[in-house]
T-cell receptor, first 113, second 114 residues
Framework: EAEVAQSPRYKITEKSQAVAFWCDPISGHATLYWYRQILGQGPELLVQFQDESVVDDSQLPKDRFSAERLKGVDSTLKIQPAELGDSAMYLC???????????FGQGTRLTVV | AQSVTQPDIHITVSEGASLELRCNYSYGATPYLFWYVQSPGQGLQLLLKYFSGDTLVQGIKGFEAEFKRSQSSFNLRKPSVHWSDAAEYFCAVGARSGYSTLTFGKGTMLLVSP
């Protein structure tokens, strides 16, 4: 069964350091999402790609976060510099338009110390 | 803008008892609707979805949900809860037009007592 792959599963980083997460969506899925989930809350969208184009990054803190999907396949989310408040689960998901059923990866648990 | 409200933060149900988790949405038309489940430290797994047609939808693990347009609700139900159902449940809404984004509720934590 096809899955969304994310790495690493866990990351501990010091405040002010840079950190990056990687996501490989299900093959053929044109839409890719990055969500952030703070403990005890629901996922919140950071950025949405359609192929290699960003279609929604209104909630992405652009002073420190960046995301790319250069060839419209896998994607990288970067934080620089990391802050204590960035500690959260970062979830990647993909879907095939026009249906918006999203398939999620296992997530990356980030702890900033 | 679309939004989802899950009014119950925690629910405790005895094993074998029935379950209903509430979800209300705000959207200008009929959206796509979803329920996802998340075990601790894991990603989200889709339980069921509503796109159109029959307003009572069946999902995996014995779950079902009913779309009620008049109440803007999409409540999740299960007739008999098992201990393995203990997890966090998220309702989500997706727009039917454009680059529809999934918007999630804050979740309901289900605890199952013996």
């Amino acid at each position: 069964e096809a899955e969304v792959a994310q790495s690493p599963r866990y990351k501990i980083t010091e405040k002010s350091q840079a950190v990056a997460f990687w996501c490989d969506p299900i093959s053929g899925h044109a839409t890719l999402y990055w969500y952030r989930q703070i403990l005890g809350q629901g996922p919140e969208l950071l950025v949405q790609f359609q192929d290699e184009s960003v279609v929604d990054d209104s909630q992405l803190p652009k002073d420190r976060f960046s995301a790319e999907r250069l060839k419209g396949v896998d994607s990288t989310l970067k934080i620089q510099p990391a802050e204590l408040g960035d500690s959260a689960m970062y979830l990647c998901a993909s879907s095939t338009p026009p249906r918006t059923e999203a398939f999620f990866g296992q997530g990356t648990r980030l702890t900033v110390v | 803008a679309q939004s989802v409200t899950q009014p119950d933060i925690h629910i405790t149900v005895s094993e074998g008892a029935s379950l209903e988790l509430r979800c209300n949405y705000s959207y200008g038309a009929t959206p796509y609707l979803f329920w996802y489940v998340q075990s601790p430290g894991q990603g989200l797994q889709l339980l069921l979805k509503y796109f159109s047609g029959d307003t009572l939808v069946q999902g995996i693990k014995g779950f079902e949900a009913e779309f009620k347009r008049s109440q803007s609700s999409f409540n999740l139900r299960k007739p008999s809860v098992h201990w393995s159902d203990a997890a966090e449940y998220f309702c989500a809404v997706g727009a039917r037009s454009g680059y529809s984004t999934l918007t999630f509720g804050k979740g309901t934590m289900l605890l199952v007592s013996p």
